[in-house]
Antibody, heavy 119, light 110 residues
Framework: QVQLVESGGGLVKPGGSLRLSCAAP????????MSWIRQAPGKGLEWISY?????????YYADSVKGRFTISRDNAKKSLSLQMNSLRVDDTAVYYC???????????WGQGTLVTVSS | QSVLMQPPSVSAAPGQRVTISCSGT????????VSWYQQLPGTAPKVLIY???RRPSGIPDRFSGSKSGTSATLGIAGLQTGDEADYYC???????????FGGGTKLTVL
């Protein structure tokens, strides 16, 4: 089983910023497309962003985060990031990173990191 | 309101079979593969089915997937108490250029 480890979550005020990271130390990271998916407390899954594996990556965002969140990756460090700006209360959620397989399914998931946006 | 529609809950007795439906449109299920995820309480989701009906290695054949038109179905046979979890369907929506999930179905094994 592939290990993905998220970090960077915490408490932030509305309007603030946070940067999440996802480490994949045992993975041939450069070969895999990646996504961020979140889950608000007691709610369902919400996909928020995707980045393709290499080259000039293809990137997608959900409308709910477009213009506020930026996904990036460092293949040399085997790391995925999510820069979150202009955070809102409704961004409060557990954020998961996941390997995105070719037909839009998610093969392996991290354990998640909790982001709480509150004043 | 989720793009893909699932029943909020289903229940069945141990040993029985249950199905969970996932309804969409031609923009998503009708023209893209569907995947299914199991989320046990307090844990990250785990894929059960991908490409409509394929199981990753390690997933027992008690779990099955099917699709017809703009609807997909997850079947779980020989229910066990350990199957109590939330189940989600997901797929790509080409009109939204986004992955969409169903709202989730809570399975109770009575």
């Amino acid at each position: 089983q592939v290990q993905l480890v998220e970090s960077g979550g915490g408490l932030v005020k509305p309007g603030g910023s946070l940067r999440l990271s996802c480490a994949a130390p045992g993975l041939s990271f450069i070969d895999y497309d990646m996504s961020w998916i979140r889950q608000a407390p007691g709610k369902g899954l919400e996909w928020i962003s995707y980045i393709s594996s290499s080259g000039s990556p293809t990137i997608y965002y959900a409308d709910s985060v477009k213009g506020r969140f930026t996904i990036s990756r460092d293949n040399a460090k085997k790391s995925l990031s999510l820069q979150m700006n202009s955070l809102r209360v409704d961004d409060t959620a557990v954020y998961y990173c996941a390997i995105a397989a070719g037909t839009w399914w998610f093969d392996s998931w991290g354990q998640g990191t909790l982001v709480t946006v509150s004043s | 309101q989720s793009v893909l529609m699932q029943p909020p809950s289903v229940s069945a007795a141990p040993g029985q079979r249950v199905t969970i439906s996932c309804s969409g449109t031609s923009s998503n299920i009708g023209n893209n593969y569907v995947s299914w995820y199991q989320q046990l309480p307090g844990t990250a989701p785990k894929v059960l089915i991908y490409d409509d009906n394929r199981r990753p290695s390690g997933i027992p054949d008690r779990f099955s997937g099917s699709k017809s038109g703009t609807s997909a179905t997850l079947g779980i046979a020989g229910l066990q108490t350990g199957d109590e979890a939330d189940y989600y369907c997901g797929t790509w929506d080409y009109s939204l250029s986004a992955v969409v999930f169903g709202g989730g179905t809570k399975l109770t094994v009575l």
